[in-house]
């Protein structure tokens, strides 16, 4: 749609130069001709921003998001919205996308979504251009829009910040972004210093509030943030209207759900008692199974040498991996516990966030439709923005793609998106119709 307004305009501009070739009068004519017809564009260009007309879409598979499977269904988009899901199927619909499975566009609570390999190969490169790493942000952004997730909370890089906007602006494609920019990862700060830090995140555009409560897996977990600090920036945050979003492993993940903090990312070595109060408390659970450390170990020689990624913290990486795909396990017969998806997509992960869901459904034990409610209304709740995402319903932003296959019987098919909507714009369609 954008590339044929480009066109229009090109045209336009093309034709313009041609006219200083023609005679006064022709010209004059053909100038005021132009006028109307330039006039004529905007006012319908105008029109349509308005109030576009409804968009169809056709599905004979798809999943609302929320746990049901509707059949021969046709989703009504007006502008950037759902309006209605009908069964009247006559006439043809703008995208018949009968034959594949529908549903609402992913969403991944924890992604890294600037950070990408540098030209040198590696996961660090000193002698990076400031150009070169917006564009491979972009980049990450792209191939993450690609693979069906139509909204990210990134947690976060202060660059995320100028992505996110410019993808806002239409700028650049992909998906929403929600970033923490600068987490809160310093052991000495005061719970006073870290109240400051909150506010000066706010003010600085941070959509949350990310907190690091132990040290990295390859340095042991081990807790690093106090109960009183911990305390200061969860409920500082929510004073602020923000979410706070925890990394914890072992004894920090009851600690944070005790300090009232919305999140908690990880929880390696956590025990049945940790994964309770997270229940009682109502704090989301982020566990990852598969995708993070897998790419890590996939990607060894990018980042081997670089900070803690030394062969010790490989080692212990590897050990994290069984020991992740039993917590999830475990977390999964806790009553009430909400385990939303995130996959804590790092360079080299990004646009493959689907795996993860490989992941979980095959090493994790996870039912496939628990996985996609996980990364859907499950998702859209952990952001608060359950009223707008998350969901195919009337009123919801038209977030909505289609995969060949159905993960509910075979979960690989996540891999196979082949139509993207964000906002009531198509981003990807490369499905051949079965009607044609
Ligand atoms: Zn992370």
């Known amino acids: 749609m954008l590339h044929s307004q480009n066109n229009v305009t090109l045209r336009a501009l093309a034709s313009e130069t041609l006219l200083f070739f023609l005679p006064q009068e022709v010209r004059e004519v053909q100038m005021r001709k132009c006028a109307t017809l330039v006039l004529l564009f905007f006012c319908v260009h105008l029109a349509c921003a308005a109030q576009g007309r409804p968009v169809t879409i056709q599905a004979s598979t798809l999943l609302d998001g929320k746990g049901n499977v509707l059949h021969g269904v046709r989703v009504v988009v007006q502008d950037d919205k759902i309006i209605s899901i009908d069964k009247q199927t006559k006439g043809p619909a703008t995208y018949d996308l009968r034959g594949l499975t529908v549903l609402p566009g992913w969403i991944d609570t924890h992604v890294h979504i600037t950070w990408h390999f540098g030209a040198n190969g590696r996961a660090e490169d000193k002698n990076e251009t400031p150009a070169q790493a917006a564009f491979a942000a972009e980049g990450n952004a792209w191939k993450t829009l690609m693979a069906g997730f139509t909204t990210v909370q990134s947690l976060g890089s202060p660059q995320d910040k100028d992505l996110r906007d410019a993808i806002n602006r239409n700028v650049v494609s992909g998906p929403r972004i929600l970033t923490a920019l600068s987490p809160i990862s310093d052991p000495n700060m005061t719970p006073e210093d870290i109240r400051v830090y909150v506010r000066k995140m706010k003010a600085a555009g941070a959509d949350v509030i990310k907190i690091f409560a132990s040290k990295s897996i390859r340095d042991g977990g081990g807790q690093t943030l106090s109960a009183e600090q911990l305390s200061a920036a969860c409920s500082e945050a929510k004073v602020q209207g923000l979410r706070s979003v925890v990394h914890a492993y072992r004894s920090a993940v009851s600690v944070a759900a005790l300090a009232g ?101 095959r090493d994790g034990g996870q039912q496939p439709m628990a996985a996609m409610i996980s990364a859907n209304s499950l998702a859209a709740e952990s952001l608060g923005l359950q009223e707008q995402l998350g969901a195919v319903a009337p009123g919801m932003q038209a977030d909505i793609i289609a995969i060949e296959g159905n993960p509910l019987d075979d979960i690989t098919a996540v891999r196979r998106v082949v139509f993207v909507m964000k906002g009531g714009q198509v981003y990807k369609n490369v499905h051949i119709s079965s009607a044609n």
Request: net charge negative.
């Open 261 to 361: 903090c919305s999140q908690v990312e990880h929880g390696t070595l956590g025990t049945d008692d940790d994964l309770r109060t997270l229940a009682q408390r109502n704090t989301f659970f982020d566990p990852q199974v598969g995708l993070v450390i897998h790419n890590y170990l996939d990607n060894k020689a990018k980042f081997l040498g670089i900070g803690n990624y030394t062969e010790e913290g490989f080692a212990q990486m590897e050990k994290a991996l069984p020991a992740n795909a039993a917590l999830f396990k475990r977390a999964q017969t806790i009553q009430g516990l909400k385990i939303v998806f995130g996959t804590d997509a790092v360079a080299g992960a990004h646009g493959r966030n689907a795996e993860e869901f490989i992941y979980r459904v």
